[in-house]
């Protein structure tokens, strides 16, 4: 009852400590410390109700097991983060939105391609990944590259689809400006039209973070070397260390959330300027 009791507690001031914040005035300081707060008391709760409930570690193991776990696992955490995010997930991102801008650009140049590609861009993202990844594993062998392949096949028609969107968000009145001023397509797209979907880009580019990670880790269920973030949680769950499996969660939670966090802060550089920013700091 005393682990419950200090979770009810912890909960309360939590919740306490939050509302106070909340109230006050807005500044980077409580805009920060809000979502730390909520965060360090789940993880506290957490904690408390594993103890307090007696919950086997099979099922959930409490964070400090998690933590002690992934001090002393880092060296197997950091081969297993650059297998699966930086040589799968990035390449691939990398790759997807490279060749899904490009496509965009000559959507754009060329309309018929825009009636031809994009319905079949609908129905490949359509697809279940869990179809896709063993195609694909089997076609480009186990090691990361299958693991690239699957995550270009998931950023691509996102990327595509926000991108072609973008370009087309100008209206008429500062196309026929440029007309005026006897710029051609090219500088046109250039110097208007780009500019104007950058936060389309971005957009697209921010999904595709999540979308990347999420590929490669689940393509390397379906084969890869002894290595790699899908390998060490299914091995794991049959070796029944739990606390691996979320050493591991951890460490994709963390990569996922620096990646979005790289792709917003280059957005705020980037497109200062849009209305959609201004008010932000």
């Not at 780009?194 to 999540?210: E, H, Q």
């Not at 049959?238 to 939670?253: C, F, H, T």
Request: charged share 10%.
């Amino acid at each position: 009852m005393g682990w419950l009791i200090a979770g009810l507690a912890i909960w309360a001031l939590g919740w306490a400590l939050n509302t106070y914040l909340a109230a006050g005035p807005k500044t980077r300081v409580t805009r920060l410390a809000v979502p730390v707060i909520f965060g360090v008391t789940v993880i506290l709760i957490w904690e408390c109700v594993v103890r307090g409930l007696e919950i086997a570690p099979v099922l959930l193991p409490p964070p400090s097991m998690i933590a002690t776990r992934f001090a002393a696992s880092t060296h197997i955490l950091w081969q297993d983060f650059v297998q699966t995010a930086i040589k799968g997930a990035l390449t691939g991102y990398i790759l997807g939105c490279g060749a899904a801008f490009l496509t965009a650009i000559a959507v754009d140049r060329f309309p018929f391609l825009q009636r031809g590609l994009l319905p079949v861009g609908n129905f490949v993202a359509a697809l279940p990944i869990i179809g896709m990844a063993p195609i694909l594993v089997m076609w480009f062998g186990f090691d990361w590259q299958s693991k690239a392949a699957v995550v270009v096949v998931m950023v691509f028609f996102p990327m595509l689809v926000n991108t072609v969107q973008g370009l087309q968000d100008t209206d008429a009145m500062q196309r026929d400006l440029m007309r005026t001023y006897a710029a051609g397509y090219w500088k046109t797209l250039l110097k208007l039209r780009l500019p104007a979907a950058m936060p389309f880009i971005f957009n697209g580019l921010k999904i595709a973070t999540t979308l990347a990670l999420i590929g490669a880790i689940v393509a390397e269920f379906f084969g890869s070397p002894i290595q790699g973030m899908g390998f060490r949680i299914s091995t794991s769950v049959g070796q029944l260390a739990m606390d691996l499996v979320w050493a591991e969660i951890v460490v994709a939670a963390l990569a996922g959330s620096g990646f979005y966090g790289a792709v917003a802060l280059a957005e705020k550089a980037m497109t200062f300027w849009h209305p959609s920013q201004r008010g932000r700091t």
